[in-house]
């Protein structure tokens, strides 16, 4: 009961100071509330006390554009990618067209894709962290269905990765978390605007709301569950404006 909200104020504070990202102080806020949990749950402290990290706020987001590529762009990466037999062309390949996240696309599987009906399943995803296999972000399986310019290059790629058993290549620099600093320089090399692996979800999201999806779809397609955050994405489109 010693330690109040000012306390975990300054913490949060001197994490400024140090460079900390905001980021990193939702970590420690989070990690407080769950000890806290953790003793009343057990009779450690009584239920009376309150995490003190819970009434502590932290700074404010500053808000920035997200950068997206332009269908233009898209398709020229693609094919400079190509045409430089780059590994990491069927993985950007196939992140723009499903939305994937980074650990869904790292743990597809054959057996996930089912070109009769033309979908793909996307049931798990690889956990960076403690290198394991695990379910999707938001613990819910999800269908993405398989356009005739993905499904050709599928087939085309499971001559390459079939006896893998996996959909992508496996890069050691993608397992080690390299893949996002890996995507920025090549886009800089080829001379367009700037993105990480998890910014292809964000151009898969706006070109899907600029192609007239409506936001329900758009959010079913590429496991998005909160409205409040997909939100982001709708103005980025600016099809709420138009």
Not at 142 to 165: D, H, M, Q, W, Y
Not at 166 to 174: D, E
């Given at each position: 009961?010693?330690?109040?909200?000012?306390?975990?104020?300054?913490?949060?504070?001197?994490?400024?100071?140090?460079?900390?990202?905001?980021?990193?102080?939702?970590?420690?806020?989070?990690?407080?509330?769950?000890?806290?949990?953790?003793?009343?749950?057990?009779r450690v402290i009584p239920p009376s006390i309150m995490s003190p990290a819970?009434?502590?706020?932290?700074?404010?987001?500053?808000?920035?554009?997200?950068?997206?590529?332009?269908?233009?762009?898209?398709?020229?990466?693609?094919?400079?990618?190509?045409?430089?037999?780059?590994?990491?062309?069927?993985?950007?390949?196939?992140?723009?067209?499903?939305?994937?996240?980074?650990?869904?696309?790292?743990?597809?599987?054959?057996?996930?894709?089912?070109?009769?009906?033309?979908?793909?399943?996307?049931?798990?995803?690889?956990?960076?962290?403690?290198?394991?296999?695990?379910?999707?972000?938001?613990?819910?399986?999800?269908k993405v269905p398989i356009s005739p310019g993905l499904g050709a290059f599928?087939?085309?790629?499971?001559?390459?990765?079939?006896?893998?058993?996996?959909?992508?290549?496996?890069?050691?620099?993608?397992?080690?978390?390299?893949?996002?600093?890996?995507?920025?320089?090549?886009?800089?090399?080829?001379?367009?605007?700037?993105?990480?692996?998890?910014?292809?979800?964000?151009?898969?999201?706006?070109?899907?709301?600029?192609?007239?999806?409506?936001?329900?779809?758009?959010?079913?397609?590429?496991?998005?569950?909160?409205?409040?955050?997909?939100?982001?994405?709708?103005?980025?489109?600016?099809?709420?404006?138009?």
């Amino acid at each position: 009961d010693q330690i109040t909200p000012l306390s975990v104020q300054m913490i949060f504070s001197d994490m400024g100071k140090q460079g900390l990202s905001r980021g990193r102080m939702k970590t420690v806020k989070g990690a407080m509330n769950v000890v806290f949990d953790w003793g009343v749950l057990n009779r450690v402290i009584p239920p009376s006390i309150m995490s003190p990290a819970r009434g502590a706020k932290l700074p404010k987001k500053e808000s920035k554009t997200q950068p997206i590529l332009s269908r233009v762009e898209i398709h020229f990466l693609l094919k400079k990618a190509r045409e430089l037999n780059h590994e990491y062309y069927p993985v950007w390949a196939v992140a723009f067209e499903t939305g994937c996240r980074s650990g869904e696309l790292w743990a597809l599987r054959w057996d996930d894709v089912d070109f009769e009906r033309r979908f793909i399943s996307i049931t798990k995803s690889f956990n960076s962290r403690f290198k394991v296999i695990k379910s999707t972000k938001t613990g819910e399986p999800r269908k993405v269905p398989i356009s005739p310019g993905l499904g050709a290059f599928l087939k085309e790629l499971k001559l390459k990765t079939a006896t893998t058993g996996y959909v992508l290549p496996r890069l050691i620099s993608w397992r080690r978390g390299e893949a996002a600093a890996i995507l920025r320089e090549f886009c800089k090399l080829i001379g367009i605007t700037e993105i990480p692996l998890h910014g292809t979800r964000a151009c898969f999201a706006v070109h899907c709301l600029e192609a007239g999806n409506d936001y329900a779809t758009t959010m079913k397609l590429g496991g998005w569950h909160e409205v409040k955050s997909f939100q982001h994405y709708v103005r980025l489109a600016g099809v709420d404006v138009k």
